[in-house]
């Protein structure tokens, strides 16, 4: 950095330090690059460290790009399935559009924005765990809701995960926080669960 270049590749520079060192040189290194003003190029096998430390991301996939955008485009945005099982947890429900904003699917009949889908084209629907609820009983009002039970909690500190299954043998993937919350659902449990229509992403590959 002494020769003050204009690009500055870093190849995994976090890789060796521990998980508490590695969170907390990422935003060092942030600052350091804002002081310089020097674009860094970062590789970087970890979805986590990707997103804290870029302001644009590009995500490869056998050695082509498969899309390059602000790290919020890239989780909120993704163009495809691959993109969106790779950064962060998701699920992914297949179906057809019936009628504009009406998608079938193997677990029930679903309202989702077409964003470009054709009628009778197959689609992806992409949920990501935080947009989605849980409810004891079936939610009223203009929403999207599917019964399953909890398989499985994983424990994340802050939230846990709840791996639901569905009617037709799929899992949906529930964050909740664990602010009381946690108690109120156990492995085994008949849930709903449930989310807003523009709570998905539609996709088309």
């Known amino acids: 950095m002494i020769k003050r270049p204009r690009v500055l590749l870093l190849d995994e520079p976090l890789a060796a330090l521990d998980k508490k ?24 096998h970890d979805q986590d460290e990707a997103m804290t430390l870029a302001d644009r991301i590009a995500v490869m996939n056998a050695g082509k790009l498969a899309q390059v955008a602000s790290p919020a485009e890239i989780y909120e945005q993704p163009r495809s399935r691959w993109v969106a099982d790779f950064i962060g947890d998701v ?11 009406l ?3 193997t677990v029930g009949e679903l309202r ?3 964003e470009g889908a054709g009628v009778g084209e197959t689609v992806w629907l992409a949920l990501r765990p935080e947009k989605i609820a849980l409810a004891r009983e079936r939610p009223t009002g ?8 909890v398989a499985e909690i994983g424990y994340r500190g802050d939230r846990s995960i709840y791996k639901v299954r569905l009617a037709d043998r799929s899992f949906m993937l529930v964050a909740l926080p664990n602010a009381g919350s946690r108690a109120d659902f156990k492995q085994g449990d008949i849930v709903w669960v449930h989310w807003p229509h523009e709570g998905g992403v539609v996709l088309t590959r």
């Open 21 to 44: 060192l590695r969170a907390e040189t990422q935003f060092e290194l942030k600052e350091v690059q804002r002081k310089l003003g020097v674009t860094f190029i970062i590789v970087t």
């Open 91 to 101: 699920s992914l429900i297949e179906g057809r559009f019936s009628a504009p904003g």
């Open 112 to 114: 989702a924005r077409q």
């Open 142 to 149: 203009d929403i999207n809701a599917l019964a399953g039970n």
């Open 103 to 105: 998608m079938q699917t």
